[in-house]
């Protein structure tokens, strides 16, 4: 099992420019989530899904979208990104109930808006 | 609702023992512990679940109060691998399968 695995691994945009950050799993989870962690924050939650076709907005969503069109696959889109939006970006799964569940993190994506 | 955690960084000779805080200002439905070394994805620790419940790490304990909404993680006979970010993520009830997470406490083991 390759567990949660995030694509691309670092990547730099131009403000203004748009990008889709992949995060899969293989471990059937139903529960998926995307954080941004920036220095002295903390782990902030994006948006999350709770299962095929469902998405809802966490903490800091604004500026941010995502689709979850197969259970495995979570996308976080950046429309036009902004410096602000420079950050590592932390996908996660967890299982069915998600409830008291732990959550697997993948390996980041880091992000830098020029 | 960011829970708080305390303190913010410590460090630590090997051996040694270590408690970080957390403390919610809203009733929680669990409690979890994670760790991060630089540069990597955080990894599970324990689980604490309203009930006494709890899930987790073999070597590292940890408490939950429930009526404080607080939680504590004990870092007993530090070893070097044990450096890192720790943080807590907090579940409210209404909103279970969500976590919000504290800012982390860095410990750092020395030698």
């Known amino acids: 099992n390759a567990g949660v695995t995030q694509t691309p691994k670092f990547r730099v945009l131009k403000t203004g420019q748009s990008m889709t950050l992949l995060c899969a799993q293989d471990m059937n989870h139903e529960y998926m989530y995307w954080y941004r962690q920036d220095p002295g924050m903390g782990l902030r939650l994006i948006h999350y899904?709770?299962?095929?076709?469902?998405?809802a907005k966490g903490e800091v969503p604004d500026g941010y979208n995502v689709s979850r069109l197969k259970k495995q696959n979570f996308l976080l889109g950046l429309e036009s990104a902004a410096p602000s939006q420079t950050s590592v970006y932390f996908c996660?799964?967890?299982?069915?109930?998600?409830?008291?569940?732990?959550?697997?993190f993948g390996p980041g994506t880091r992000l830098l808006v020029l | 609702q960011q829970p708080v955690q305390s303190p913010q960084a410590v460090i630590l000779r090997e051996g040694e023992d270590a408690v970080i805080n957390c403390s919610s200002s809203k009733a929680l439905y669990s409690v979890h512990w994670y760790r991060q070394k630089h540069g990597e994805a955080p990894i599970f620790l324990m689980i604490l679940l309203k009930g006494g419940e709890q899930k987790g790490h073999d070597k590292i304990s940890a408490s939950f109060n429930e009526k404080k909404q607080q939680s504590s993680l004990y870092l007993t006979a530090s070893q070097l691998s044990y450096s890192g970010t720790y943080f807590c993520g907090t579940e409210f009830w209404g909103s279970q399968g969500n976590l919000i997470f504290g800012k982390g406490t860095k410990l750092s083991v020395k030698p």
């Open positions: 899904s709770v299962g095929e076709g469902t998405t």
């Open positions: 996660a799964s967890s299982p069915l109930t998600g409830r008291g569940e732990t959550q697997y």
